[in-house]
């Protein structure tokens, strides 16, 4: 069974830093191109961060130079640094997993809330 888990969401003030974790458990995330998407409340779902399958990353416009993901393919586990979050960062947070080679195979996880406010 695949899982993804996100952690590390929560509320802070404009300006703070947030770490989010996703542990993947049921694949090899070495296989997957590894992202984070968010939705915000009355929007559709945009990506924020994700790796390509050659390693590279690509982010959003919005996020350039304040968001960081990484990940440690030991650990299954990929990360995204948010710093000097503004309140528009506000939104659920999801992990996504797309193979690599296999067309259409993806995987989501639960989603973590962020919540930038004063």
């Known amino acids: 069974q695949v899982q993804l888990v996100e952690s590390g969401g929560g509320l802070v003030q404009p300006g703070g830093s947030l770490g989010l974790s996703c542990a993947a458990s049921g694949i090899t995330t070495s296989f997957y191109a590894m992202g984070w998407y968010r939705q915000a409340p009355g929007k559709q779902r945009e990506l924020v961060a994700a790796f390509a399958n050659s390693g590279s990353t690509n982010y959003a416009e919005s996020v350039k130079g304040r968001f960081t993901i990484s990940r440690d393919n030991a650990k299954n586990t990929v990360y995204l640094q948010m710093n000097s979050l503004k309140p528009e960062d506000t939104a659920v947070y999801y992990c996504?997993?797309?193979?690599?080679?296999?067309?259409?195979?993806?995987?989501w996880g639960q989603g973590t809330q962020v919540t930038v406010s004063s």
């Open positions: 996504n997993a797309r193979h690599k080679f296999a067309i259409g195979l993806a995987y």
